[in-house]
């Protein structure tokens, strides 16, 4: 398989049609070498416009919903970054490229072991894959600048909001099928806390995300 056709195609056929226009996106994507973040059977299927399955009730978000993440949360290189939900380690990936440090969550032992060893083979050594319960987020690390969780949530934890900055932003898409939207919520005070629509999708839910304390706008 031509690989960098397919890279090629997924960025322009999948990826800019879904008004992802950012250059410094787009370039990245083609450094970013996706197929070497999927499981080895499924390196053919890495530019496919799916949720590739990554085992029992894991999926990695499609392409063109990881470019439109990194597009949205203009993510800056001085930057700390809180990932939740690993998956195959390509979206920590591509963060690792724009910002100064990156932590990312993953409660399944097997794929946080497979993310941590896709990402020391692509040098990112700024980096860390830490297995645990993401709807705790991070606590002994905060506060960060940005949050992104990389699956859907009924409604975003208290918890992972009391995690960022003022000033700083978490994206999650928030709903239940089949209507969710991707939002950035902002931290812009104390307790004070602003949330934007971006745009509508349907992704497969978070483990661990139904229950617990959550915060109302």
């Not at 290189?77 to 963060?95: D, F, Q």
């Not at 490229?97 to 794929?111: C, G, H, N, P, S």
Request: hydrophobic content about 40%; cysteine-free.
């Amino acid at each position: 398989m031509n690989f960098e056709k397919a890279r090629f195609n997924m960025i322009e056929q999948q990826i800019r049609p879904w008004d992802v226009l950012d250059t410094s996106v787009l370039d990245l994507l083609a450094v970013v070498k996706r197929e070497d973040f999927v499981p080895a059977p499924l390196r053919d299927k890495a530019f496919t416009d799916v949720e590739l399955p990554l085992g029992p009730g894991r999926h990695a978000l499609p392409p063109r919903v990881e470019a439109r993440w990194m597009q949205e949360l203009q993510v800056k290189r001085h930057e700390k970054v809180l990932e939740i939900g690993t998956g195959t380690g390509y979206l920590a990936a591509l963060l690792g490229y724009k910002v100064q440090q990156v932590f990312t969550i993953e409660r399944d032992a097997a794929l946080a072991a497979q993310a941590r060893e896709s990402l020391r083979r692509a040098g990112l050594l700024n980096v860390t894959v830490v297995e645990g319960d993401g709807a705790k987020g991070l606590a002994n690390e905060a506060p960060f600048d940005v949050i992104l969780l990389s699956g859907s949530v009924h409604q975003v934890p208290q918890a992972l909001l009391d995690q960022l900055k003022v000033g700083g932003r978490l994206g999650a898409i928030i709903g239940d099928e089949p209507a969710m939207t991707a939002t950035i919520t902002y931290r812009t005070g104390e307790r004070e806390f602003k949330r934007e629509n971006l745009f509508e999708t349907v992704v497969e839910r978070l483990p661990g995300f139904d229950t617990g304390s959550h915060f109302t706008f």
